[in-house]
């Protein structure tokens, strides 16, 4: 039987089918390394060269008057790596005695000038500087100042803290240091060490394990610079291939550069630390160029791990750490044994003055700042641009800010275990203005900036419940809005509103059905009552509140419902700060912002598209009557709790709460200072807590703090505003036999003061009216609540009822209108039915304290 046998290719056509093959695989091994030499060195190139933009605080002025407690001080300095010395010898040296502080400021350049160096003593009066002098001819100064403070600076998508060197500028026994510990054959191999990577195999096999890695200078930057942390033999053959291409290209000298301006060396409050030249800053308070040797061990040491091995954290494994490497300086002869001594004797450095931990919430101020980059100077990417931005922050404020919330929110949650969640903690907001200058000096958008880097202060968008309130009573009292004569003295009725149809049959309500009768419009807005609110809203129109919310400064679209006279809007709490700011101004308009100024990378002034103007937007005396009403809510109101706990100066503010208690509100200001706060849970859960339950407390704590040195001062009043004392519960002027506590100051626009005297206090009084101005039945009573109140219905007319008979005079004289402070207030109904005939029975509404 024939066998089978297979015919084999001739010879000739195996050698071309190999040719081929290897043609190709050389091909596409000459593409590959062009298109990697490409990348590589184009990045490198890229980033070597490219510039970050950085970010400061503002020149910090030295002036007599200037509120700045000497500690405060003190601390700048260290931030700003001032030196302690026994005299004053070169620029950036202190000396702090008993009262004074004597220092030498620095050079530097300013969009507003120029700051020469210059020894000066500054002395104090309590928290408040008494004098500034210069030591050279005792003559006071008129313009010393301390440099800029860095935040932070932007190469990359992370905020980051560098200072760029040249190789020039770093110590030779840094350099020295680093390479004996990190590669010691750096000046030899060709961007890969292949000793080291047989030595490493070799080590680990033994250990049975990865216990040492073999990865050059030229490897880590190539880390650094283009790829990921990942641990996979891809990535690492990646690695060398590209590492070896640098170091082909570029020279010894110059790779070792920018590994040294691009080590990660820990963090300064929530922002990294990148290169040497940051590092020495930030541990030693001086430039890297003048570090010891110790100084140099310490950072080299700090390379494997930052943060374990930080002074700041660990000083035991620190300390170890920087013997290790002074132990391989001596071994490798690169220093002598009276160097190592004296490296090893040294101490570490010490901490900063006082550590600021509120600070680690800078990044949430950066996030405003690169918002306006954006909308005012057109620079969507401010990465690697070199620009200098000035700020309005004041890092007290941020700090104490930052510091309130943390503990105000641990406080409310040590108080109740429902508040207590693991998986989505309880979070809050907090924001502060300048008035005048419409300057945002603290913003604070988390409890935690390293937990959670959603900025609720810009970007979270609540309900802001009994917020709405002064909008609607700015409406009213300005007839072109309105179409009314409506004055803090006009009688409004409280009482339940009957379901209406042509609003789907919705009826709001007062907390636990709890209603005042006939109440003044100051009472209505003091205590925050919901149906009286309501009444007047509709009566000026919720088209005239909405343009009203639009012209003082909220940007976000306002659905056109009955709800929203109860706050049923999502709104940013970074609107609500800008409308209430305008309010605080008397209706003068001004965006807020937070950059002072820009420069470019060559120093030049970079101007804004649109640079803001103030603007009176709003009537002045329309808006002075709203502020004068609201300074009632923290008197008498539902904001009198920031009374009891100690804040004393003239403040006006409007207290929120939301539909289940699910946001809890407050802004308040004087005529300089206006903080916001918010709590509340990121998934909306119910927080169970009023404005003045969870927000109050937070706010007065802050503004104790933030106000404390300033004097007490009033609203400026505009022209046209008289004042007239008027019992706040009848809207009558008051009588010699009106209770001292009903009877307030009132503002009024000159000619719309009450005439008629208090008809609950007057035997001579003329007969009160029987229907308010919005034609509800008047029901008064000293008390400021009915029993009883029959609201009128849609199906029978309002009948005129003769008003009661005024009451006792000793029961006026004793008792003073109901404002229980341990009473849950009227609050917000946040619900939002859409606009329907629908005649169907009325939804079941909800209502919460305000």
């Not at 005012?376 to 930052?402: E, M, S």
């Not at 709890?514 to 205590?527: I, K, S």
């Not at 308009?589 to 598209?609: E, S």
């Not at 004289?813 to 029975?841: F, G, W």
């Amino acid at each position: 039987m024939a066998t089978f046998s297979p015919r084999l290719p001739k010879r000739r056509t195996v050698f071309q089918v190999l040719s081929i093959s290897v043609v190709v695989i050389l091909v596409a091994i000459a593409l590959l390394t062009l298109y990697v030499y490409r990348q590589s060195t184009g990045k490198f190139e890229i980033r070597r060269l490219s510039l970050p933009t950085r970010v400061y605080a503002d020149l910090t002025p030295l002036h007599a008057g200037m509120i700045i407690p000497r500690d405060d001080l003190l601390e700048k300095l260290d931030r700003l790596g001032y030196r302690e010395a026994k005299a004053l010898q070169q620029p950036g040296d202190y000396v702090a005695s008993h009262g004074d502080v004597d220092i030498y400021t620095r050079k530097f350049s300013h969009p507003s000038g120029e700051y020469e160096a210059q020894p000066i003593r500054i002395t104090y009066r309590g928290a408040s500087i008494d004098s500034v002098v210069s030591l050279r001819d005792s003559r006071p100064l008129d313009k010393a100042a301390l440099e800029p403070e860095q935040l932070t600076s932007i190469l990359s998508d992370q905020l980051e803290n560098r200072r760029p060197v040249t190789l020039d500028q770093v110590p030779q026994h840094l350099q020295d240091a680093v390479i004996v510990t990190e590669d010691i054959r750096f000046w030899h191999h060709p961007g890969v060490d292949p000793i080291g990577v047989l030595r490493a195999g070799f080590r680990n096999l033994r250990a049975g394990g990865v216990t040492e890695g073999a990865s050059t200078l030229t490897q880590q930057l190539v880390k650094n610079y283009y790829l990921t942390p990942e641990r996979t033999l891809r990535r690492k053959l990646v690695e060398a291939f590209m590492a070896v291409i640098l170091d082909a290209k570029y020279s010894k000298r110059e790779i070792l550069e920018a590994y040294l301006n691009d080590i990660y060396l820990g963090r300064n409050r929530s922002i990294s630390i990148i290169g040497v030249g940051e590092a020495s800053h930030f541990y030693f308070g001086k430039p890297v160029s003048e570090i010891n040797v110790a100084e140099a061990a310490l950072l080299t040491g700090m390379i494997r791990s930052p943060n374990n091995y930080s002074p700041f954290v660990r000083p035991d494994l620190a300390m170890q750490r920087r013997n290790t490497v002074l132990d391989l300086l001596l071994k490798n002869r690169k220093i002598d044994q009276a160097t190592y001594e004296k490296a090893m004797a040294t101490p570490l450095p010490r901490k900063p003055f006082r550590q600021r931990s509120g600070l680690t919430s800078i990044p949430f101020y950066v996030d405003r700042v690169l918002q306006e980059m954006g909308r005012d100077y057109g620079v969507k990417d401010v990465k690697g641009r070199g620009l200098q931005i000035y700020t309005a922050i004041d890092l007290n404020a941020q700090d104490t800010a930052a510091k309130t919330l943390e503990a105000g929110l641990q406080s409310l949650e040590r108080g109740s275990r429902y508040l207590r969640r693991r998986d989505s903690p309880l979070q809050g907001a907090m924001i502060h203005v300048d008035v005048p200058a419409g300057e945002i000096r603290a913003l604070v958008g988390g409890r935690n900036y390293d937990f959670s880097q959603f900025n609720r202060a810009l970007n979270s968008r609540r309900q802001i419940g009994s917020l709405i309130k002064p909008f609607v009573y700015a409406t009213a009292f300005e007839p072109s809005l309105s179409q009314q004569n409506i004055t803090p003295a006009t009688l409004v009725s409280d009482t339940r509103i009957p379901p209406m149809k042509e609003y789907r049959n919705w009826s709001p309500k007062n907390y636990e059905e709890r209603y005042h009768g006939t109440v003044t419009v100051r009472e209505a807005l003091e205590q925050s009552m919901n149906s009286a609110s309501v009444r007047i809203g509709l009566a000026c129109g919720i088209g005239s509140v909405v343009r009203t919310m639009h012209t003082l400064g909220i940007a976000s679209e306002i659905p056109d419902n009955p709800a929203v006279l109860l706050g049923a809007v999502d709104i940013p709490p970074i609107e609500m700060v800008d409308s209430y700011s305008s309010i605080a101004r008397i209706g003068n308009r001004l965006p807020l912002r937070t950059i002072r100024f820009v420069t470019d990378d060559r120093g030049h002034v970079v101007a804004a598209a649109d640079p803001p103007q103030p603007v009176q937007v709003f009537p002045a005396r329309d808006m002075y009557i709203l502020v004068n009403v609201m300074k009632g809510v923290l008197d008498r109101g539902t904001a009198a709790s920031a009374r009891s706990l100690g804040f004393r100066l003239t403040a006006a503010g409007k207290t929120g709460t939301t539909n289940d208690k699910r946001d809890a509100w407050f802004i308040g200001f004087t005529p300089t200072t206006l903080a916001l706060t918010w709590i509340g849970f990121d998934d909306n859960a119910p927080v169970g807590l009023s404005g003045g339950e969870g927000a109050i407390p937070i706010w007065t704590r802050y503004m104790v703090a933030a106000t404390a040195g300033q004097p007490d001062a009033d609203f400026p009043v505009p022209p046209g505003i008289s004042f007239v004392e008027v019992d706040e519960t009848s809207g009558g002027l008051a009588t010699p036999l009106c209770p001292h506590n009903v009877i307030v100051r009132d503002a009024f626009k000159s000619g719309t003061e009450p005439t008629a005297p208090c008809p609950l206090h007057s035997p001579q009084a003329p007969p009160a009216m029987m229907l308010d101005q919005f034609g509800n039945p008047i029901v008064l009573d000293t008390t400021g609540m009915t029993t009883a109140p029959l609201p009128p219905t849609e199906t029978a007319p309002v009948i005129p009822v003769p008003p009661p008979p005024p009451p006792p005079l000793a029961r006026t004289e004793t008792r003073e209108p109901e404002r229980p402070p341990t009473q849950p207030q009227p609050s917000t109904n946040t619900s939002a039915p859409p606009q329907s005939t629908n005649t169907s029975p009325p939804p079941t509404t909800t209502s919460n304290p305000p």
